[in-house]
Structure formats: structure tokens, C-alpha cells
């Protein structure tokens, strides 16, 4: 038994040596030539919808990611403000048209629930764009589908019909960086858009929302900001603001949430003497920073991040774990051709194959032998169709493509 735990005992301090060999070489720039694409990045969202559905059925609402129920909606105060003081200033037959800027998953869907919760009783219709439109027909086809009208073919009968209705609207646009394709002819849709909104303020506040790598590009291509009197950008949420948001759930539910130390070091005899309240605090404190630092403020980030964490949920006490964060540094040695098509991806919010060979000028076996490998390695993940970049790790090849001068 002495033998075993001496063994034991130097495994773990040969480990925590390594540990901090890495760290220190990170920190002198001394890193592999060649850092491999990590397993946990390659399964995260797979495992992360796993964990989800092994939660007790009580429980999976309170973390899937869907907009906040009015009882868990925190912040956005500032964000909530902009947009009543641009409704109010519409109300007063003043142009205003806004354009709401922010990252997938940071809580736009939840932001404009609680807006639209404060306002008077005004029609509203909320439309939601699920793949690239840029062409006239499909940009028709939308639009007499979201209005429910039939057989409008110009952009002047859809102005007529809008300003001839009886009662002023409210008309949102989610997902507005579908309706352009990075191409020649590839901004016909956003352009008559553009010319729809611009005759029709009066009977109607337009509302677009756009993540900010779209908006940059539109601004510097066709000048996007000119058509939007006000810009409302998502801010990222605060440590604090996910620690509340994620108690109030738990709260629900008369929840307590149990933190659970991987280190050894708060396993010490020094550390179980505090106080149980002291050690709760402490590694709570711990936790959230951890979870803000990894999902940069992204709220849906963190809910993928917290679920993974959960280990278990017994006699109303969730218990989490410390999270562990994963190893970027494979996204400095990407090939430059794959930072030609995370370009393309980032700008675009995702492609479907047929799409991205357009954009790339390239056949669709040559696309797909580009982002297969990185499909497959989770640097890309597909929902409905689409290649988009995998959530765990879009802040990264971000701000890669951003040194490199790919995005600006």
C-alpha cells in the first residue's frame, strides 16, 4: 500500500512539473511547430448536446440555448434604452432605422423580447433568415412569405403594400448577414432591402441584426452604416452578469450549486480547515472567472462550458467541476488556404458547400476536400447544412484572421 501511494504521490508532482515546464514555455514562446487540433475540441459540441440530454428532464430548459424566459433575462439595460429612445423618436415621424451588432449567442433574441415587452401595443413581425438569399427571386419569395402576400415581383409593390397597410409596424430582421453573398452580383438582395427600408420608415421601425464581422465588411463594400440612423452593439456580459444569470436558473429550481476543486492544492489540509462557507466562496469566485475567460462573455458559450462542468444533480444540489480550458495554440499554424475559407465562413456566418464553391470560385469537390479535414478535426461544426466555426473556438481563429489582415 506505501509503494502505491508513493507511486501515486510522484505521478502527481511529475504532472503538475510538466504542467508548469508547459505553461512557462507558452509564456518564453517556446511552443511545438506543430500543435495538434485537441480531441475535447473535436467533440465539444457533440458532447456538450450529450450532457444536456443526460440532465434530468426538470432541468434541460434551464440550460438550453433558446431565449431567456423574462424571469432569468439580466442586463442589457443599455442595449434596452438605445432601442426605446429610437422607438419613441419613430412614434415622432423622425427617420430611424436600427442595426443591432453582435456575436451568435450573446443574447440579441432575449435583449429584444424584453424591449418589445416595454413598449406600447404595436404590430410586430419577426423574420429570421436560415440561408443566403441574393438573388431577386428568392429575395421575393422571402418577403411574400413574411408578409403573407402573394405574387409581388418589384420592390416598388412591396414599398406600396408596406405604406399602404393601416397600422405602423415593427418589422425584425434576424440573421440580416444572409442576404449577400461575397461575389459579383452577390449584393442584389441587400441593396433593394436597403431601398425598401429607406421609402418606408414611416409605417415601419426597421430592425436588423448582424454579427460584427458582417457589419465591418458591409460598412467598408456597400457603406451599411449609412442606411441605419442608430447602431446598437452587443457589449460582452460580465463575470457577474453570468454568475446571475445562471443562479437565477438554478434558483428556479431551488438548485444549490456544489463547486467541485480538480487541483490538488485545494485538497490541502490548510485549505479544508476554512470555513465551508470561506471554500464555497472561493472556489464560486474561481469558477465564474474561469467560465467568463473561456466563453469571452458569450452567454450561450458559457451554458455549453456549464453544462459540460455538471457531474451530477442529486437531492437539489447541482454539482460542477473546474473547467478546463483548451489549447489554441494549433490556430497559429493553420495553412493560409484554410484561413482563406475561415474567412469566408466568418464573414458569412456559415455556407452551405454549394455556397462557399461560389464564393470560392472553386468546384465543390475541391471546397469540400477544404473543410472536410477541418470537420473533422471540430474545427468546424454543420448545422442545418451549413460549415460554421466551431463556438469553442470562433474568439480564436477571430482574432488569428484578424492579425493576419484576413477581417478587419
Known amino acids: 500500500m506505501g509503494d502505491k501511494s508513493n507511486d501515486s504521490k510522484t505521478g502527481s508532482i511529475l504532472a503538475s512539473l510538466k504542467n508548469k515546464i508547459d505553461k512557462f514555455k507558452k509564456l518564453v514562446g517556446i511552443v511545438d511547430k506543430k500543435a495538434l487540433i485537441s480531441f475535447e475540441l473535436s467533440e465539444f459540441m457533440q458532447e456538450s448536446e450529450s450532457a ?77 433568415l436560415h440561408k443566403k438569399l441574393f438573388t431577386q427571386e428568392e429575395y421575393f419569395k422571402y418577403f411574400n412569405s413574411l408578409f403573407g402576400t402573394e405574387g409581388i415581383t418589384t420592390n416598388k409593390d412591396l414599398i406600396d403594400y408596406l405604406n399602404n397597410t393601416q397600422s405602423a409596424k415593427i418589422i425584425i430582421l ?32 426597421w430592425i436588423g441584426i448582424l454579427t460584427p464581422e458582417t457589419w465591418s465588411y458591409l460598412n467598408k463594400t456597400i457603406s451599411i452604416s449609412n442606411y441605419f440612423t442608430n447602431e446598437i452593439f452587443m457589449e460582452p456580459l460580465s463575470t457577474e452578469n453570468i454568475k446571475e444569470i445562471i443562479s437565477k436558473r438554478s434558483e428556479h429550481e431551488n438548485l444549490k450549486i456544489e463547486f467541485i476543486p480538480k487541483d490538488e492544492s485545494f485538497k490541502s489540509a490548510a485549505f479544508e480547515k476554512l470555513d465551508d462557507d470561506v471554500k464555497h466562496h472561493f472556489l464560486e ?38 473547467i478546463d480550458d483548451i489549447d489554441y495554440s494549433f490556430v497559429e499554424n493553420i495553412s493560409p488556404k484554410a484561413l482563406f475559407a475561415l474567412q469566408a465562413l466568418i464573414l458569412h456566418d456559415g455556407l452551405t458547400l454549394s455556397d462557399f464553391s461560389i464564393v470560392m470560385n472553386e468546384p465543390h469537390e475541391e471546397c469540400r476536400k477544404m473543410l472536410m479535414p477541418m470537420l473533422e478535426k471540430g474545427l468546424l461544426i454543420q448545422p442545418h447544412k451549413k460549415y460554421n466555426i466551431n463556438p469553442a473556438v470562433y474568439k480564436q481563429v477571430h482574432d488569428s484572421l484578424l492579425s493576419k489582415n484576413f477581417i478587419h
Not at 429612445?85 to 423580447?113: D, P, Y
Not at 440573421?175 to 438582395?189: A, Q, T
Not at 472567472?289 to 437531492?315: F, P, T, W
Open 285 to 322: 469566485e474561481k469558477f465564474f472567472k474561469q467560465l467568463h475567460k473561456i466563453s469571452n462573455g458569450n452567454i450561450s458559450l458559457a451554458m455549453l462550458y456549464l453544462v459540460r462542468a455538471i457531474e451530477k444533480i442529486d437531492s437539489q444540489t447541482i454539482f460542477v467541476t473546474e
Open 174 to 205: 434576424e440573421n440580416l448577414h444572409h442576404m449577400f453573398l461575397k461575389k459579383i452580383g452577390g449584393f442584389e438582395s441587400i441593396k433593394m432591402l436597403f431601398e425598401l427600408i429607406s421609402y418606408t420608415t414611416k409605417k415601419v421601425l
Open 52 to 128: 444536456l440530454q443526460n440532465l434530468p428532464e426538470n432541468y434541460k430548459r434551464l440550460y438550453e440555448l433558446r431565449p431567456a424566459e423574462m424571469q432569468f433575462f439580466v442586463n442589457r439595460e443599455k442595449e434596452i434604452k438605445e432601442l426605446q429612445k429610437s422607438f419613441t423618436n419613430w412614434t415622432k415621424n423622425r427617420f430611424v432605422t436600427c442595426a443591432i451588432i453582435g456575436e451568435k449567442g450573446c443574447g440579441v433574441s432575449s435583449m429584444l423580447n424584453s424591449f418589445l415587452g416595454t413598449i406600447p401595443h404595436t404590430d410586430i413581425i419577426k423574420g429570421e
